[in-house]
């Protein structure tokens, strides 16, 4: 026992760990109830130790947590999202034709109007211009476009998603709609084929038609297709059309600052525009010659030259004479092809160069004397002897006013019409050398009377259209009928309706300076009224005809006796009459007229190359100062025709007629039914026949002057004695001193 007690092992926890027993018996400090305080300390600190790297572990696998969770489910939105996306294509782009029936729809067409010698008059039509190549128009209207626009345009499919994503973070940040990231083809696509509403059915369909674009054309026929048609504001579409209204020059001539400010439109035409607000569209292109120099597209040099200039003013329309001419045509143009569905030339009459002289003397004219006289208006109308409008003028500014006066503005002609009155007198024979005495006359209830209140006595027929005497005129429209005159001037070509009184003689029938131009061809050429046209010739832009003006034959509306006589008395209105302003070297005729208080002034005169009527007065028929015809209008026609004529050889006036000396003026020169005093005559009919003459009175209130050399023939024996009576000066009894109103001319009351 003892023995086995000494052998005994008894358990210990000191020194290193022994060997397991054979029973396998053995014990280790975590077997211990109560630990041992030697190494607790040491145990605890390394728990905490891993205690705090499981924390860390922790932390470390939850931050990565959260973001493989985040980028999971904005990997499964975007899948999502792109198949909603892809929904909303399909459903949209089921809504659309078929691809393989889009295709690019025809621009516009455009009408080309050019004069006689083809230098441009207007564009015409929805465009306003015609199509121009990108070869052709100047290489800075491209680069400034894409440069403000469309930086990535030769390098994307269609869509930008950078400048999209660029347009919208800035929206987002700016609060409010500011940029749009669309590129030139989705532009494009949406002036082709969409409306401008701003929706997302039209967005998707913009997006599908710009790359469908892409995949049908090059990157330079869609640049040249929105150039085109592209709008830049004041009614101009393409960079033709615009480059005409702000430059007055074709895009092929367009500068460095001119294409930056053309760019600079694209963002808001309207609002931008030089002709609404240049100071805005000078900022403007300024900010597109910066973006040109970022892009390499302009050195330096070229930045500091093209921001130097002063900012572009332009008119708020369209500007230039020409204008009142290509409004005509117009009006004329469907009746002549029908409707326009394509692109067309159309060859006018007109001279540019005649044009321009003519609208710079009405403005001078104008400018010069218009505030002092109260003359706003003038318009002047050229015709040569086929009927070709040569030049036409209808207002003083066609920008600020597009009314055309010339054509459809309705004036009193006044003495103007005169030589209708003495053409039906001259028919029914009486001949310039024929005499009246010009002296204060009554009419019924009507008392013409010439201008200043002077009377000349004893005068010719040809004294007294020289010096528009105005009794005379009232005699002979007596003598004939109103009838016979109003024939007489619709034969010659005026076509508005006239009022058959007495007062005719004097104009109080209102025409427009058109058609009273055009009655004084037949004077110029011989005694033939041709067709008034302004066309030439219509083609299309391959060169077919659709119109051509062969002339034809011109009737003849005058004998060309009388055509003589009326030229001699009418030379004298230019020579020595009141139409003296108007003389020059070429012979010429024509005569003046005035309205009742200088509301229009007129000189329509002619030579044997050209007929021109000239009018000045006032849109709102007020009267001017004292502004005669042989003024202002005898002036500026004066400065026409002088141009006009330069280096053109001389020719006479049509027609030879020689005076008759006054002892063979025989006695049927004075008509039977020559008025005599009766009670009354009213007006609009003739007279009664005279059953014998009475020696002529002594002009009672009026004074009575010398005819100022017009070698009028007498009975004091200084001149052959006339063998007939002189028909007297007072028709329908004594003349009483009055007023004579407005309405009294116009009613023959």
């Not at 973001?67 to 892809?86: D, E, K, P, Q």
């Not at 009273?516 to 008034?532: I, K, M």
Request: charged fraction near 20%.
């Amino acid at each position: 026992m003892a023995n086995r007690r000494d052998n005994r092992i008894e358990p210990s926890f000191e020194g290193p760990p022994r060997a397991k027993s054979s029973a396998g018996f053995s014990v280790s400090e975590e077997d211990r109830v109560v630990p041992s305080n030697r190494k607790t300390s040491a145990k605890r600190q390394s728990a905490k130790a891993k205690s705090s790297r499981r924390r860390r572990g922790k932390s470390r696998r939850g931050l990565f947590g959260v973001l493989g969770r985040l980028f999971y489910w904005c990997f499964v939105l975007a899948i999502w999202g792109g198949i909603a996306t892809a929904g909303i294509v399909v459903y949209y782009g089921a809504k659309m034709p078929a691809a393989t029936t889009w295709a690019i729809p025809d621009r516009a067409p455009n009408i080309r109007i050019v004069s006689v010698d083809g230098k441009l008059l207007a564009n015409r039509g929805m465009s306003g211009g015609e199509a121009v190549g990108l070869h052709e128009m100047s290489t800075y209207i491209p680069e400034a476009v894409i440069a403000i626009e469309d930086r990535r345009f030769y390098s994307h499919l269609g869509i930008d998603p950078i400048g999209l994503s660029r347009a919208m973070v800035a929206n987002v940040l700016g609060g409010r709609f500011s940029q749009g990231g669309s590129t030139l083809t989705q532009q494009l696509a949406k002036n082709l084929f969409l409306t401008p509403d701003r929706t997302l059915e039209r967005k998707v369909q913009e997006v599908l038609l710009a790359l469908w674009l892409e995949h049908k054309h090059t990157k330079d026929q869609i640049l040249e297709m929105y150039l085109n048609r592209v709008y830049f504001g004041s009614g101009a579409y393409g960079v033709e059309a615009a480059s005409r209204r702000y430059f007055g020059k074709s895009a092929r001539d367009v500068t460095l600052p001119e294409a930056a400010l053309l760019a600079g439109l694209l963002k808001a035409p309207s609002r931008l525009s030089p002709a609404r607000d240049p100071k805005a569209a000078e900022q403007r292109s300024q900010l597109v010659l910066a973006a040109m120099r970022d892009e390499g597209m302009i050195n330096g040099k070229e930045l500091t030259t093209a921001m130097s200039g002063p900012a572009t003013r332009v008119a708020s329309y369209w500007t230039g004479s020409e204008n009142y001419v290509a409004d005509t045509i117009m009006e004329e143009l469907p009746e002549l092809i029908g409707d326009v569905r394509g692109d067309i030339i159309v060859d006018t009459t007109v001279d540019l160069t005649l044009q321009k002289l003519a609208e710079q003397s009405i403005r001078r004219l104008v400018d010069g004397s218009g505030k002092k006289l109260n003359a706003s208006q003038g318009v002047l109308v050229s015709i040569d002897n086929s009927g070709a409008v040569r030049a036409m003028v209808g207002g003083y500014d066609y920008s600020t006013s597009q009314f055309d006066r010339a054509s459809e503005a309705r004036r009193q002609p006044g003495s103007a019409f005169k030589p209708f009155v003495y053409m039906a007198a001259l028919e029914t024979g009486r001949t310039p050398d024929s005499v009246r005495n010009d002296a204060p006359i009554r009419i019924g209830k009507w008392t013409p009377t010439n201008y200043g209140g002077k009377y000349f006595g004893k005068v010719t027929l040809a004294t007294a259209l020289a010096k528009s005497l105005n009794s005379v005129a009232a005699q002979l429209t007596m003598e004939v009928g109103p009838d016979a005159v109003i024939e007489a001037a619709h034969r010659m070509g005026i076509q508005t309706d006239l009022t058959a009184n007495t007062s005719i003689a004097l104009g109080t029938s209102e025409v427009t300076p058109l058609e009273l131009t055009s009655a004084y061809v037949p004077f110029a050429n011989g005694g033939y009224r041709p067709e008034v046209h302004f066309i030439r010739r219509v083609t299309t832009a391959g060169g077919k005809v659709l119109y051509a003006n062969n002339g034809g034959g011109a009737p003849r509306v005058v004998k060309p006796e009388v055509v003589g006589m009326m030229n001699s008395m009418m030379t004298g209105t230019v020579e020595i009459g009141t139409a003296r302003k108007a003389a020059f070297a070429w012979p010429a005729a024509g005569k003046t007229g005035t309205s009742q208080n200088s509301r229009d002034a007129w000189f329509i005169g002619y030579t044997a190359n050209l007929t021109t009527g000239v009018w000045f007065g006032n849109d709102d028929g007020s009267p001017m100062k004292k502004v005669t015809g042989g003024a202002l209008p005898a002036q500026a026609w004066h400065e026409f025709m002088v141009a006009a004529h330069e280096g053109v050889p001389v020719r006479p006036l049509p027609g030879t007629w020689r005076s008759t000396p006054a002892d063979t003026i025989v006695q049927d020169e004075i008509p039977s039914n020559t008025p005599q005093p009766v009670p009354s005559v009213s007006v609009g009919q003739s007279a009664p026949s005279a059953q014998k003459t009475s020696p002529a009175r002594a002009a009672r209130p009026a004074e009575t002057v010398d005819a100022g050399g017009f070698g009028m023939p007498g009975g004091d024996g200084t001149t052959a004695s006339i063998k007939h009576p002189v028909p007297p000066g007072d028709v329908g009894g004594p003349v009483k001193k009055r007023q004579t109103s407005i309405l009294d001319i116009l009613t023959g009351g």
